[in-house]
Structure formats: structure tokens, C-alpha cells
């Protein structure tokens, strides 16, 4: 029996390759998911690692074993359109048995593995973030001993790879974008009142947020008690002109309205309000109650403005702090700071990889303990 591994981007080109090397007889053996490149795994491509065989003599396959599936008939299915819903059944009952081989490995995974992993799932970490840090303990520490303080650090240095926190320097039009409720103009007065009290910085604030009439009179009261002027446009045009009268100033903050990453026109709108203001910085603002695929799908949707950074706001909010190695993997864009707390200019910090680390590493400790 001849037996051959692909690296391929999906299945079709699997049985592409299969067909020309080994025949119209081959089987698949295996399929599984890998990653390749990047950095201990950070930037890696996902691939399809596809295990085929075929037998030397050409003798005909008559019978399914296992996990073993004739090439040559799903290859009969897919150059006939009309059994596409044959195809897509196919597809899922192989996704279903290879489901079922995870589980049934992971059920006998050792009791340390099995704790790890659901204090991490506990913490929201992403699932392939989550294979990563347990493939890593396995190899590096072969178990982990939960009861010890020292177990902390050990997970907060597995942590910091997927770390990644930057201040910027805060000059120029800095744009502040995000979902709804996610505190955009709360986070913009923190840092309006730290850059005017503490770096005795000239600025200068600018809403856009004309949806919510609350927002405007939040941001004015903050502009009068910080002694700071304030404007109000209600077009790309007046924005324009706005952030052109306040060009003296040392900073810009812009606040804009909040956007539902599932509507399209909204995303549109705010696209085209950041082509107009043209930021030097943009800071997409991410609550940290939303679930991982929430926040997957904010980092995707709001990539369209080209975020520069990460404020993580409402921690106080959520004993979950899986966000923090999720969110500079998903956009791939460093985390500035983190709100814990609705008090001006107080509740708010200053990103830092290593007190990121500890915090989540803490939090998944204590899961691990419990066992929950």
C-alpha cells in the first residue's frame, strides 16, 4: 500500500492532488486541521493535513472501513451539480466522525490536560489559542500541578506570545470607533482628561455621534469641566471643516457613533466618515463581556477602518479575561488600554503584556483548581 500526506488549503484541492498522484482508487485516510508559519504559532495559515492511500495493485476497493472514504465516489458526486446536497451531507458526516475521534482522544486525555482546558474555555480563550498553550505544556512541562502557586507563572510566560500591548503617542486626530455600548465617549473623556491634566496637552474634541443626543451632552459637560472645546458635525463635509479649525491643537479626539458590526450600511458609514477625517490613530473600542466569536466578528468587520489599537473597556464587568490574548491575535493590532470602571479620568490602564498575563493566568488557575 502506498501511503501520502497533503498540505492543502481545502478539500477540493486534496482530491485534485490525490487524483493525479495516486489514482482514481485512492482512499482518504485522515484529514485534520494544522498550522504552519508565523511566530510559536502567532500569524500562522491554517491548512488541511490529508492522509491518502491507495493499494499497489489496482484492484478495486469494494468496502468502507473506519474512517476511510472512496475517493472515487465523492469525486463522482462533485461533477454532478444536481447531488450537491448528497456532497454537503458526505461533508458532514465526515466532520461529525471527526468530532467524534476529538472527543473520544480528549475523554482520555491525563486530569490536568481536561482542567486546563476548561478553565481556559472558562475564560473565553479562543479554541486554537487554547490547543496551542496545552500542546505546549504537554511538551514543555508534561503536567502542570494546579495546587501550585508556582503554576501562575508558568501559565502567565505560556500567556505572552499571544501578548501584544503598545502606547501609542497620543498626537494628531485619533478616531474612536466601535460597536454600541461599548463605551467609546466614556473612554474618550479619560484619555481627554489625562492628556489635558497630566501631559498638560492642548485638546481639542470632536462628536460625531449626533444619533444619540445623550452622547453630546455627555462629551460637553466633560469639554467644559476639562475647559477643552468641543465641536459637533453631523457631515463628512462638517467634519472635515472641524477637524481643519481645531488643526492647531496638539490632539484631536474624535467620537463616533456606535456601529452595529452586523449592518452593512452602518459599516459603510463609518468608512467613509474615517476616509474624511483621515486619523493619524484609530482606537476600536471592544467590550469585554462579548463572547470570543463576537469579538471575532467585531475585529473583522471593523478592519475596514484600519484600526491601530485596542481599548479592552468594561473588565469590571466580567470575570473572563480570555480577551486578552484573543484580540491582538484576531486583529492583529496591540491593546492600549484597559477601562475598569465608569469614573473619569480614574478607571482606566495602561496595557502592559506581563500584568495582562498574570491576570489571566490567575483567573485560569483558580478554574483549574475548582475543576469548573
Known amino acids: 500500500m502506498i501511503v501520502k500526506k497533503y498540505l492543502v488549503t481545502d478539500i477540493k484541492e486534496a482530491f485534485e492532488k490525490i487524483r493525479g498522484e495516486l489514482g482514481k482508487d485512492a482512499v482518504i485516510l485522515s484529514t485534520r486541521k494544522v498550522k504552519k508559519g508565523g511566530f510559536l504559532g502567532i500569524g500562522a495559515k491554517t491548512y488541511l493535513e490529508v492522509t491518502a492511500a491507495v493499494e499497489e495493485k489496482k484492484t478495486p476497493q ?3 472501513k473506519g474512517q476511510i472514504y472512496k475517493l472515487q465516489e465523492i469525486l463522482s458526486k462533485t461533477k ?3 447531488q450537491s446536497t448528497e456532497d454537503l451531507t458526505e461533508l458532514k458526516r465526515m466532520m461529525l466522525e471527526l468530532k467524534s475521534m476529538v472527543a473520544s482522544q480528549r475523554a482520555n486525555e491525563p486530569q490536568w490536560v481536561q482542567d486546563l482546558r476548561k478553565a481556559l474555555e472558562k475564560q473565553d480563550v479562543d479554541e486554537e489559542i487554547t490547543e496551542k498553550v496545552i500542546e505546549y505544556a504537554k511538551v514543555k512541562y508534561q503536567e502542570l500541578d494546579f495546587g501550585n502557586e508556582n ?6 510566560e505560556m500567556f505572552l506570545p499571544f ?4 502606547i501609542p503617542e497620543m498626537k494628531g486626530k485619533v478616531l ?3 460597536p454600541t455600548g461599548v463605551g467609546k465617549t466614556t473612554t474618550l473623556a479619560k484619555l481627554a482628561a489625562k492628556l489635558k491634566l ?3 496637552k492642548r485638546v481639542g474634541i470632536i462628536t460625531l455621534d449626533t444619533y444619540r443626543i445623550a452622547a453630546v451632552d455627555q462629551l460637553k459637560t466633560y469639554a467644559m469641566l476639562l475647559d477643552v472645546p468641543i465641536r459637533v458635525a453631523y457631515t463628512p463635509k462638517e467634519a472635515k471643516l472641524e477637524v481643519e479649525a481645531l488643526s492647531d491643537y496638539d490632539v484631536i479626539l474624535i467620537d463616533s457613533a456606535g456601529r452595529s458590526q452586523k449592518n452593512e450600511l452602518h459599516m459603510t458609514e463609518i468608512k467613509a466618515m474615517a476616509e474624511v477625517v483621515d486619523p493619524d490613530l484609530v482606537f476600536l473600542i471592544i467590550g469585554m463581556q462579548y463572547r470570543a466569536e463576537d469579538v471575532r466578528e467585531i475585529a473583522d468587520r471593523f478592519s475596514i477602518v484600519s484600526p491601530t489599537h485596542v481599548v479592552l473597556s468594561k473588565m469590571d464587568e466580567t470575570s473572563s479575561y480570555g480577551h486578552f490574548v484573543n484580540v491582538p491575535t484576531f486583529l492583529n493590532v496591540p491593546i492600549a488600554y484597559v477601562t475598569n470602571g465608569q469614573r473619569v479620568p480614574d478607571d482606566i490602564m495602561e496595557a502592559n503584556s506581563r500584568e495582562l498575563a498574570v491576570l489571566l493566568a490567575r483567573e ?3 478554574n483549574a483548581r475548582s475543576g469548573k
Open 364 to 366: 485560569v488557575l483558580k
Open 151 to 156: 503554576t501562575r507563572l508558568i501559565l502567565s
Open 62 to 64: 469494494t468496502e468502507e
Open 163 to 166: 501578548m501584544n500591548t503598545s
Open 198 to 200: 497630566n501631559d498638560h
Open 176 to 178: 474612536f470607533v466601535g
Open 80 to 82: 454532478q451539480p444536481q
